[in-house]
């Protein structure tokens, strides 16, 4: 066996174990009008990239490590967080953009670990709050954040909320419920807020765009994770239109309700999903 097909046997088991990380957490469903809020802690939804701290590394849902630079780790706790690499609101782009890089930038000095959870299994969600707060008296880390939870107790106070932090460009809210552990998976524990419905597709196909999109995307064929296929159509830039995500990516797309037949109603490409 030659020394370089060792290296290469090498580099190929390490990339399989850095890839094999395994990272279970906990996945919110969407809001309905029914559920009883009493029992929910609030906060902001905020649009950036989920990043489990497991005491040494901040790791993607998809098991992925995020190279982030040592100066900006340096003060975080060995106890395990939960929470979300965050720029700013409306800046979804930039920082998937800063954190998918192999090699660190110094745009790592824009991102907030904003933590809102803690990983502790027999602990239910209040409880957990209450530790959370504990812990950050004495982070001195610039680079961590607790995100603030509160109180709902109407359905009409909620929607007053959610308009006042979309209006303010925010993406939505998150409901918590206090009574619930930390288990992996999407539940009712969790759920997400919003004016409209987002998803993830598939994208089967470019279809040729017309008129002053003649020579450009027109539309996405895309397939949902239940089988279904619909057109993507608008929510594109000139740029995107020229460049279209390629065909095999995972999309993000809104949407508003659903027709009779199972598909998503007015729907529109938002971004590729994040990679990592």
């Not at 957990?128 to 880390?141: Q, V």
Request: aromatic share 12%; net charge positive; proline share 4%.
């Amino acid at each position: 066996m030659s020394i370089f097909f060792i290296f290469l046997l090498f580099v190929s088991l390490a990339k399989i174990a850095y890839a094999d990380v395994i990272v279970s957490l906990p996945l919110a469903r969407v809001y309905e009008q029914n559920i009883d809020l009493k029992n929910y802690w609030l906060s902001e939804k905020l649009d950036g990239v989920r990043a489990y701290w497991d005491g040494q590394r901040l790791i993607s849902k998809q098991g992925n490590v995020y190279h982030a630079p040592d100066w900006f780790i340096s003060n975080f706790p060995a106890q395990p967080l939960d929470g979300e690499l965050w720029v700013g609101r409306n800046k979804f782009e930039r920082v998937v953009s800063i954190v998918r890089d192999n090699v660190p930038s110094a745009g790592w000095r824009e991102v907030r670990y904003m933590v809102f959870d803690i990983p502790l299994k027999e602990v239910v969600f209040t409880d957990r709050i209450d530790k959370l707060k504990i812990l950050f008296e004495n982070m001195t880390s610039p680079y961590l954040r607790l995100v603030t939870q509160s109180r709902i107790f109407s359905h009409e106070v909620l929607m007053e909320k959610l308009d006042e932090v979309t209006q303010a460009g925010g993406e939505g809210l998150m409901l918590h419920k206090g009574d619930s552990y930390y288990l992996a998976g999407r539940s009712n524990d969790l759920l997400k807020v919003k004016s409209y419905y987002d998803a993830e597709a598939r994208v089967i196909d470019h279809l040729p765009g017309k008129g002053k999109y003649t020579g450009m995307l027109g539309s996405l064929l895309v397939e949902s994770d239940d089988k279904k296929r619909f057109r993507l159509g608008t929510g594109f830039t000139d740029e995107q239109r020229r460049q279209p995500p390629p065909i095999g990516t995972l999309v993000t797309y809104k949407y508003y309700g659903k027709t009779k037949n199972g598909l998503p109603r007015f729907a529109s490409f938002v971004r590729i999903r994040c990679s990592q």
